[in-house]
């Protein structure tokens, strides 16, 4: 089993910052990516950014040029927010898809004020 903690949401203006953390354990060794995911209120769920263990990246294209995915170890992600916008208010998940099925974080909340 993969457990996921997330950290770093919070409430900024538009136009702020936020970075948000995600630390992996367990059989972190199974892990075949890692993606951050977002749910607002009344909306699906939808994958925001993904990184693969070779590196390759890939974002919603709503996010492009302001989010940035990285992962510094096999056990932490993260993700850069900048320029954050009002319509990007939402609870923030972290993913993993692991050679024996898919985890999720518990989320944590990002609220860009206008």
């Known amino acids: 089993q993969v457990q996921l903690v997330e950290s770093g949401g919070g409430l900024v203006q538009a136009g702020g910052s936020l970075r948000l953390s995600c630390a992996a354990s367990?059989?972190?060794?199974?892990?075949?990516?890692m993606d951050w995911y977002r749910q607002a209120p009344g909306k699906q769920r939808e994958l925001v950014a993904q990184?693969?263990?070779?590196?390759?990246t890939t974002y919603h294209d709503s996010v492009k040029g302001r989010f940035t995915i990285s992962r510094d170890t096999p056990r932490t992600l993260y993700l850069q927010m900048n320029n954050l916008k009002p319509e990007d208010t939402a609870v923030y998940y972290c993913?993993?898809?692991?050679?024996?099925?898919?985890?999720w974080g518990q989320g944590t909340q990002v609220t860009a004020s206008s």
């Open positions: 993913h993993a898809l692991t050679t024996r099925g898919d985890y």
């Open positions: 367990g059989n972190i060794f199974s892990i075949n990516t």
């Open positions: 990184i693969s263990n070779g590196g390759s």
